[in-house]
C-alpha cells in the first residue's frame, strides 16, 4: 500500500532562514507522481510542484527546490530564504497510477517564519 | 466553470441529521475525488470516480457514507445520522485523463461542523 511520512510536525524558523521539509514514500508501483502542496492559514491547497517517478532531476523554482531521490524514496522540499509568507502547512502527496491516480497525502509539516 | 466549485462552503448541523455536500467539477475533468481534513490533520481519501467505471469507494469511513455521481458531472457527498467526528473540511479535486495526465484541481471545500 502507499503511504507517505512527513516526520516534522511543525518546523520555527527566522525569516531569511533556510528550512528543508523531508517525505519519505513507499510504493510498490514504478510509476508515480510525488506533488507539493501548500495550504496557508485561508485553507486552500495551493499546488506546488509535480515529479513522475521516472524523472529524478532536481528543481529549482524561485526560492524552492526539491531533490528527488528514488534509492532512499525521499523528495525533499527547500524553501531558500524564508520570508513570513510561507507560513503555512506543507504536505507531501504520492499518486500511483494503478490506484487511479488518488492521492495519498502525509501528515503536513506547518512551517512558521519568524520576522 | 474555470475551477471545482463546493458548496456549501460552510455547513453546520445538529448531530443526527443528514447533511449534502456537492461538487462541481471542472467541465470535461472524468475524475473526481473526495477527500476528508479534519483540524489540523492531512487529507484522508474517501472516495473517486473516473468516468462510467465502478468507484472506487476504499476510503469511505462507515456505511453512514455515500457519494454518487451523474455521468461525469455534479457529485454529491451525502453523510447520514452525522456525528461530532464527522467535522472536518471535505474537499472534492478533479483531473483530466487525456494523452496525459495533468493533476488535480481542488476546490475551496466544505466546512463541515456538526453540533
Known amino acids: 500500500a502507499q503511504k507517505v511520512t512527513q516526520a516534522q510536525t511543525e518546523i520555527s524558523v527566522v525569516e531569511k532562514e533556510d528550512v528543508t521539509l523531508d517525505c519519505v514514500y513507499e510504493?510498490?508501483?514504478?510509476?508515480?507522481?510525488l506533488f507539493w502542496y501548500k495550504q496557508p492559514p485561508s485553507g486552500e491547497l495551493v499546488f506546488l510542484i509535480r515529479r513522475n517517478s521516472f524523472d529524478e532531476q532536481n528543481e529549482i523554482s524561485g526560492r524552492y527546490s526539491w531533490n528527488f531521490q528514488k534509492s532512499t524514496s525521499s523528495f525533499n522540499f527547500t524553501i531558500t530564504a524564508s520570508q513570513v509568507v510561507d507560513s503555512a502547512v506543507y504536505f507531501c502527496a504520492l499518486s500511483e497510477v494503478t490506484a487511479g491516480n488518488k492521492l495519498t497525502f502525509g501528515g503536513g509539516t506547518r512551517v512558521l517564519v519568524k520576522p | 466553470g474555470a475551477g471545482v466549485s463546493q458548496s456549501p462552503s460552510n455547513k453546520v448541523t445538529e448531530k443526527g441529521k443528514d447533511v449534502e455536500l456537492r461538487c462541481d467539477p471542472i467541465?470535461?475533468?472524468?475524475?473526481l475525488y473526495w477527500y476528508r481534513q479534519r483540524l489540523g490533520q492531512g487529507l484522508e481519501f474517501l472516495i473517486y470516480?473516473?468516468?462510467?467505471?465502478?468507484?472506487?469507494k476504499s476510503g469511505l469511513p462507515s456505511d453512514r457514507f455515500s457519494a454518487e455521481r451523474t455521468g461525469e458531472s455534479v457529485s454529491t457527498l451525502t453523510i447520514q445520522r452525522t456525528q461530532q467526528e464527522d467535522s472536518a473540511v471535505y474537499l472534492c479535486a478533479s483531473s483530466h485523463y487525456g494523452t496525459g495526465w495533468y493533476g488535480y484541481t481542488f476546490g475551496s471545500g466544505t466546512r463541515l461542523t456538526v453540533v
Open positions: 470516480f473516473q468516468g462510467n467505471s465502478a468507484p472506487d
Open positions: 510504493t510498490r508501483d514504478t510509476t508515480y507522481y
Open positions: 467541465s470535461g475533468h472524468t475524475a
